[in-house]
Each structure stands twice: as structure tokens, then as C-alpha cells.
């Protein structure tokens, strides 16, 4: 017994709704029943062969594989200027640092010899 196109839509609508989503051929059958349709609609050799699949899993696998190196090689890329520009600022701010170490060890020093000059001058006052 033969039957209509409609009547095998419908065959894999049951099949599709009887396996369910935790099955093997469930979550695919109704991945690729648009496809069937077509090809049932259009007299055409189905399409969608599990080989067929399988390369469309593997060129999908692929596709996000050079995604995914693309985004990781722009997260490097990004790092790098992040780390780079980091670097540039921390050494603006040691270098700042050191001026500002250097003019205040240089003041202290400056405040050191008139205090020893100001206690050689009482010493020497009070001698007289």
C-alpha cells in the first residue's frame, strides 16, 4: 500500500513525536524534517542522508573550530595592547615616582645641612 506525501509527513510527524527528544533519531529527524518535506514535495531522492549529516557536522565542527581561533587570536591581540598600554603607564608612574623620591630626599638633604650648619653656627656663637 502506497502512501500520499501527506501520509508520510504525517508517518514522521508521529515518528518524530513518538522518539521524542531524549532519543537518538528524534532530536535529528526533526532537525532535518523541513529538508524532507522539500524533497517529498519536489519528488526528489530525499537529501538528508546520515553521511550528509555527518559532513554537515564536521563542517559546522570546522567552522566554529576557525570561529573560535579567530575570537581567541583577537583576545591575544587584545591582551597584548592591554598589557602593552599597562606597562606604558606603570612606568610613567615609577618614573614619576623616582623624580618625586628624588626631589624629596634632596629637599631632606637640603633641611639636613642648614639644620647642621644652624647647629655649627650656636655652637659656635655660644663658644664666643
Not at 532537525?31 to 546520515?50: F, H, M, N, Q, T
Not at 623620591?101 to 633641611?111: L, S
Amino acid at each position: 500500500m502506497a502512501l500520499t506525501k501527506a501520509a508520510e509527513l504525517a508517518v514522521l510527524d508521529q515518528a518524530i513525536a513518538r522518539l521524542g527528544e531524549h532519543s537518538y533519531l528524534g532530536p535529528w529527524l526533526a532537525a532535518v524534517r523541513g529538508e524532507v518535506e522539500r524533497d517529498i514535495r519536489s519528488d526528489w531522492a530525499l537529501s538528508v542522508l546520515p553521511s550528509d549529516v555527518c559532513q554537515r557536522a564536521a563542517e559546522t565542527i570546522a567552522n566554529a573550530q576557525a570561529e573560535a581561533n579567530r575570537l581567541i587570536g583577537e583576545a591575544r591581540d587584545t591582551a597584548a595592547r592591554i598589557t602593552a598600554a599597562a606597562d606604558g603607564v606603570a612606568r610613567e608612574r615609577i618614573a614619576t615616582a623616582d623624580r618625586v623620591a628624588a626631589d624629596v630626599t634632596g629637599e631632606a638633604r637640603r633641611c639636613y645641612a642648614r639644620a647642621m650648619v644652624e647647629a655649627c653656627n650656636a655652637v659656635l656663637d655660644g663658644g664666643r
